[in-house]
């Protein structure tokens, strides 16, 4: 029973205690950069889902045979393995998702959040807790890109994955659209994050 | 020429701002820019770094890549040839020059998980640029960079006696100046219409 | 001398392994791309070349266009893209323009990365349609107010600098077609 | 010579001259430091991300043992409570 809520721990922690985004403030390039609208937001967390995943199943497997000294460049390269397969699986079935996604899928590489779990944790654990750890950082990014991408898509365009949301005659925040949006809605979205945190734990001083 | 080089270096230290307008090295510009000193030595071993990585993805993209028509090796080439030149840099230079190891080489490894390296590669490949104008472009987003997390730094220093709100403390504030440095910066877009 | 052959060893099994798994998968995507590449190019022709349910890839000059042809392979008009930096980055159109060159039928904007609500108005139809059938005898303007002659194109308010940047580039190509012709 | 072929025997050359490079720099670069900073390194995630305000993770581990630093800054080590713990021991 143990190993199951190790494992279950592990999943869980990367949803909310140690979130990539929110707690970790690791992974932020791509997070300010595609999530203006929520369809590139989570197409962007898939992909990185799926090169966590991927990249820290094999990295785990073959721990103990890559040589300290190479570390970092054989990580790499399987990781960019795994990029360049993404990549490419966007461009032939999602071309538009493709396009709009752009210069940053590639760094999803350079992503500190995959080289950093993989180096952390990928490399000195066994691959099943690998696999749950992965799983759970990579869904916690997604769920704060969505919610990023929800807010600024909301107030930027007026719609939510495309269909129309806001009615009467709102202008959209065109800033929301533009880099400047993006600093402010995650600085804020940061403090919202830290208040909810401090009555959660508020409330659990009383509870003892 | 000249004149082309001199457009595209003030194009991507203002307008083209590798941090405020492409968020690259955003994991840095929010860790290290509590101290101007150190943010500008991080700025400057950035840009060395760039400055030479440029040459060397140019090279790479044009005599292997192109030559054997092999696009789909492009970001595993340009990430490994990355990642163990500044290992064997990192190493000549701690070995050589110690003192120059102290102040700038200890970024070094640093540039391997820096996505504006990686991204000003892909970008000098994506525009065709030449040889020259990939060093220039390079130089100037290492130097954008580096205006970017000096002035922050400055900021974050004045933000020291400053009461900030308890829940934005450290990363919320720094966040919101930076939305405040990219509303400036926008201002500026439109200046030099170069490619 | 045993841990350098192993770190070199490892590398490059590593490498390899990545470049072989590549290749095969580039081999199985390419053949859905380059179809979505030349999907996208179709769309766009047959958009701004209406009467064309044909095209052909040619050259004038080093200037590579598409020669487009009606039901009965009539030749009906010429098709090419354009590219050049507006406000922001770059902007890529694609021109249908008479078989005698001196009328544009019709122009789409592929890509633009202009400010958001204010220069990609470029991508609306308001905008574009008003390329249709401008005359070519003489260069298209933009102008403010509504347009008199039937060579200039009415600004996006606010947007000055991207409608005019839609038009240079258009102009230089076509100046460039009709050198070379 | 297929594309398949083409692109193992390139990526072998690179990343053999690379490892090559690698390996001379391991065997002739040598610079003694202190073991603690060797073991700290291997605790520490490595990943040079640059979030803990130190360069990178050789330099955070120097400060560490210098004092000037604190573990809490890394915000990728903080996950793993048996790693902490290593660390602060090998810091008494």
Redesign the interface.
């Known amino acids: 029973m143990r190993k199951i809520n190790v494992l279950f721990s592990d999943f869980i922690k990367g949803l909310w205690q140690e979130n990539p985004i929110f707690r970790l403030l690791i992974g932020m390039c791509p997070t300010l950069a595609v999530t203006?609208q929520v369809k590139n937001g989570l197409a962007m967390g898939l992909a990185t889902t799926f090169t966590l995943l991927a990249s820290s199943t094999i990295i785990s497997i073959f721990r103990n045979?890559?040589?300290k000294?190479?570390r970092i460049?054989?990580y790499i390269?399987?990781i960019?393995?795994f990029v360049?397969?993404v990549s490419?699986?966007l461009?032939?079935?999602f071309?538009e998702i493709s396009?709009e996604l752009g210069p940053y899928v590639p760094l999803i590489i350079v992503n500190c959040l995959i080289l950093g779990r993989q180096e952390a944790f990928a490399s000195k654990n066994p691959t099943h807790r690998a696999i749950a750890d992965a799983l759970g950082m990579g869904i916690g990014f997604t769920l704060s890109l969505i919610a990023l991408s929800s807010v600024r898509e909301v107030l930027?365009m007026g719609t939510l994955l495309g269909h129309q949301v806001i009615f009467g005659n709102f202008r959209?925040w065109?800033i929301m659209?533009?880099p400047p949006g993006a600093f402010l809605t995650l600085g804020l979205l940061l403090g919202l994050v830290n208040i909810i945190n401090k009555a959660v734990k508020n409330r659990k001083k009383k509870k003892q | 020429m000249v004149k082309e080089l001199i457009l595209v270096f003030i194009a991507t230290v203002l307008i083209?701002n590798f941090v405020l307008k492409y968020f690259l090295g955003i994991c840095p510009f929010l860790g290290v820019s509590d101290k101007l000193s150190s943010a500008i030595s991080m700025g400057f071993a950035t840009t060395f770094v760039m400055t030479i990585t440029a040459p060397v993805a140019w090279l790479i993209n044009n005599y292997i890549l192109i030559k054997f028509d092999?696009p789909?090796?492009q970001y595993?080439c340009f990430i490994?040839v990355i990642a163990s030149l500044v290992q064997f840099v990192e190493m000549v230079i701690k070995k050589f020059f110690p003192l120059l190891h102290q102040s700038m080489g200890i970024y070094l490894p640093l540039i391997t998980t820096n996505c504006a390296i990686l991204f000003m590669t892909l970008q000098l490949v994506l525009r065709e640029y030449s040889l020259i104008k990939s060093m220039v472009f390079g130089f100037g987003s290492g130097i954008g960079f580096t205006l970017a997390i000096a002035i922050m730094a400055s900021i974050r220093e004045e933000l020291e006696f400053r009461d900030v709100p308890e829940s934005l403390k450290g990363p919320g504030i720094t966040l919101i100046i930076a939305g405040i440095l990219a509303l400036i910066f926008v201002g500026l877009?439109?200046l030099i219409?170069?490619? | 001398m045993k841990?350098?052959?192993?770190?070199?060893?490892?590398?490059?099994l590593?490498?390899?392994v990545?470049?072989?798994?590549?290749?095969?998968?580039?081999?199985i995507?390419q053949p859905?791309?380059t179809a979505?590449e030349k999907k996208?190019t179709e769309v766009a022709v047959y958009k701004v070349v209406s009467a064309a349910n044909s095209y052909k890839e040619a050259k004038i000059g080093e200037i590579d266009i598409f020669k487009c042809y009606d039901e009965n392979n009539k030749l009906c008009g010429f098709a090419f893209t354009v590219e050049g930096?507006?406000?922001?980055?770059?902007i890529k159109v694609m021109v249908g323009v008479s078989a005698d060159f001196n009328k544009i039928l019709a122009i789409e904007v592929l890509?633009n990365s202009e400010?958001?609500?204010?220069g990609n108005k470029i991508e609306t139809p308001w905008f574009e349609n008003q390329f249709q059938n401008l005359d070519l005898q003489n260069k298209i303007t933009v102008v403010k107010g509504v347009p008199q002659k039937n060579s200039e194109i009415q600004a996006i308010t606010g947007a000055t600098?991207s409608s005019e940047?839609v038009v240079d580039i258009v102009n230089n190509k076509i100046e460039e077609l009709k050198k070379s012709k | 010579m297929n594309?398949?072929l083409?692109?193992?025997i390139?990526?072998?050359v690179?990343?053999?001259i690379?490892?090559?490079i690698?390996?001379?720099a391991?065997?002739k670069l040598k610079v003694e430091e202190d073991p603690r900073r060797e073991q700290l390194m291997d605790l520490l995630p490595g990943a040079n991300c640059g979030a803990c305000g130190a360069a990178s993770c050789a330099d955070f581990a120097d400060k560490l043992i210098k004092g000037e630093a604190d573990i809490s800054k890394c915000r990728i080590s903080l996950r793993d409570e048996d790693n902490l713990l290593k660390i602060k021991e090998l810091l008494k």
């Open positions: 203006s045979f890559i040589p000294e190479v460049p054989s390269v399987i960019a393995t360049t397969i490419l699986f461009k032939a079935n071309p396009k930027g959209p065109i659209l533009t | 083209n092999l789909f090796l595993v490994i877009a439109g219409q170069v490619r | 841990q350098s052959f192993k770190m070199i060893f490892s590398l490059c590593i490498a390899v990545s470049a072989v798994v590549l290749a095969k998968v580039y081999q995507t859905a791309i979505n996208a930096v507006g406000y922001q980055d770059l890509e400010t958001p609500g204010l600098i940047a | 594309i398949v083409l692109s193992a390139v990526m072998a690179l990343a053999g690379l490892g090559a690698l390996s001379f391991y065997s």
